[in-house]
């Protein structure tokens, strides 16, 4: 084996269950998770040379994976998401007025995967990266190629939708109020 074959497989290849959890949250659907994960990493081997050891590898693959994932599987069925940000506040804040706290909810993977699959992709690869694999806005920023400032208001709408989302799930299962 070449050593640049056996450098690649050690650093990145660790990294292959979490590129293929980001492509399944991305495409929705198995097939495409693994042609994107596919393209995702020949693309990286091709490039391995561009990656600076020592420096992180996984943000270096999301980085890779997105970029993908844009030009060639979104390109298409890309459209302009109009979210009003004025509406979010509004359903935000009454439902902070309205109810005091809630008791600790125990909400099941399903419930948060399904709240997370409503958000428009924009808002769901945010939460993904920053809140689930835990990249920092900076990184989350380079990842997106957007300004941090950009990554940091989506992420607060996104977390203002999720806790809507959510909340209302808690209400329908009768989650019991605080005292």
């Known amino acids: 084996m070449d050593g640049k074959r056996e450098l690649f497989e050690k650093t990145a290849l660790p990294f292959l269950p979490a590129l293929y959890h980001l492509a399944m949250r991305l ?5 495409d998770s693994n042609d994107l994960v596919q393209d995702t990493v020949l693309r990286a ?4 040379s561009t990656f600076t050891e020592g420096t992180n590898c996984k943000s270096w693959l999301f980085t890779i994976m997105y970029s993908i994932f844009v030009n060639q599987y979104r390109k298409k069925q890309r459209e302009a998401v109009s979210i009003d940000p004025e509406e979010i506040e509004q359903k935000y804040t009454e439902y902070i007025l309205a109810a005091p706290a809630l008791s600790e909810p125990d909400l099941g993977d399903r ?3 399904n709240a997370l699959t409503e958000l428009p992709d924009i808002f769901r690869i945010l939460v993904i990266l920053v809140d689930v694999e835990g990249f920092t806005y900076e990184e989350a920023a380079r990842i997106l190629d957007c300004p941090v400032g950009t990554i940091r208001s989506r992420l607060f709408r996104a977390r203002k939708m999720l806790y809507v989302s959510l909340k209302e799930y808690a209400q329908k299962m009768g989650y019991e109020k605080k005292s």
């Open 45 to 48: 081997y091709q490039r391995f």
């Open 27 to 31: 495409t929705r659907n198995p097939p």
């Open 111 to 113: 419930e948060i995967e």
